[in-house]
């Protein structure tokens, strides 16, 4: 972002964030401190990963405070009108950090957190459920630990492959006090991984998810065989993906509707694109290579497919774990896709959803908030802070 920019939106997000502390701290203290994404609101304004729980705290009248992750800017704005409430911009606690730095991340880190743990005095939550908890919601957590408040990570995408999760050379995350993830498999894919979380650490409470929309498709495609692409961040992956996608749009039995990561896109509003559930259900098939949402893919039952597998690899294990196909060449695509498109491949898939959503039926909203007062591992003991 240019400079001249970064004058204009930096003063928009420290005014609304002054405002929002300030009520906060008058009327608020005390409550429930939660961290959201902006990434993961929908087109239809909906967050899909935590709004279930905003949601719920709100409807109970629980003393809530938000701090939500906005790229600076017009995200901001477009953010301001679907979430119509006062929040925190992550950004306007990062301003610290960016003008102190001079360009040293180890300083950063270091204001950041201290940013973290004055705001954490002045509002004094019970308890921080925070999105990313290994990546962007370090910060609080580390400075929510230290001051003996309790954390509640809720998971963000798959853990395999991951080095937020990874153990290697330079790993320093802080576990939360507890983890909530969404089924067992992922669990067992966390375990294994992981070298700070434990059964100790980490519950299986099923997925943040808003009631399932209606399972009938919202287009017109006809007797088409529709295919979605689920676009990843980076050069790389589109460099290698793109000539998968050529391949089938040259097929006139293909609808192919591409969708982007949400970080590649700049600015979104609501008529920009549909949900990640709508496009889900539109969906024959779905291709990509190691996304989450091929995960998503399998909860409403869809054929997956797992392209340029030389290229990308199988960074999700899905190949492996014999969830989805794996395609080398582009020329094979097509007819592999139009052959996923049968009513025999329905049982695959279903064994398929079986397998990594075993646990659906948990009603996760009330297992996240249980945890938040849950006295099953170390919540409440304060930690040294680690700098």
């Not at 719920?56 to 790229?71: F, H, K, Q, T, Y």
């Amino acid at each position: 972002m240019l400079f001249w920019s970064r004058l204009f939106w930096i003063p928009l997000h420290l005014l609304w964030s002054g405002l929002a502390l300030g009520a906060s701290v008058l009327f608020r203290r005390g409550g429930t401190l939660v961290f959201t994404h902006y990434h993961d609101i929908d087109a239809d304004g909906r967050d899909q990963q935590m709004g279930p729980l905003v949601d719920s705290l709100i409807d109970s009248g629980a003393n809530l405070v938000e701090i939500s992750r906005i790229p600076l800017g017009p995200a901001f704005l477009d953010a301001c009108r679907l979430k119509r409430r006062l929040f925190i911009s992550q950004a306007a606690l990062l301003v610290p950090a960016w003008l102190l730095s001079m360009g040293d991340t180890r300083r950063a880190a270091r204001i950041s957190r201290m940013t973290a743990r004055c705001l954490l005095r002045l509002l004094r939550p019970r308890v921080l459920y925070l999105i990313d908890e290994s990546g962007s919601g370090q910060p609080l957590l580390r400075a929510a630990r230290s001051l003996g408040i309790r954390v509640v990570g809720i998971q963000h995408g798959d853990f395999a492959d991951n080095p937020q999760y990874c153990a290697g050379p330079g790993f320093d995350r802080e576990p939360a006090d507890t983890l909530c993830v969404w089924s067992s498999w992922y669990r067992d894919r966390l375990l294994e991984v992981s070298p700070v979380y434990t059964d100790c650490n980490v519950e299986v409470t099923g997925r943040l998810r808003y009631p399932d929309e209606p399972g009938s498709r919202t287009d017109t495609a006809g007797d088409a065989i529709r295919i979605l692409v689920i676009g990843e961040r980076g050069a790389a992956f589109w460099a290698a993906i793109d000539p998968f996608v050529q391949a089938l749009t040259q097929c006139e039995e293909f609808l192919v509707d591409l969708r982007l990561h949400p970080s590649d896109v700049v600015r979104r509003t609501a008529a920009a694109s549909r949900s990640l559930v709508a496009a889900l259900r539109d969906a024959d098939v779905v291709i990509g290579s190691g996304s989450s949402a091929l995960v998503e893919a399998i909860y409403w039952r869809r054929p997956v497919v797992v392209c340029a597998l030389g290229q990308l690899g199988d960074p999700a294990g899905l190949v492996r774990d014999e969830l989805a196909l794996g395609c080398h060449n582009p020329a094979d695509l097509g007819p592999l896709c139009a052959n996923l498109n049968r009513p025999e491949r329905a049982e695959h898939c279903q064994n398929s959803h079986a397998m990594v959503w075993g646990d659906v039926d948990v009603d996760a909203v009330q297992e996240i908030l249980a945890a938040g007062v849950s006295s099953r591992s170390s919540g409440g003991a304060p930690h040294a802070e680690i700098v």
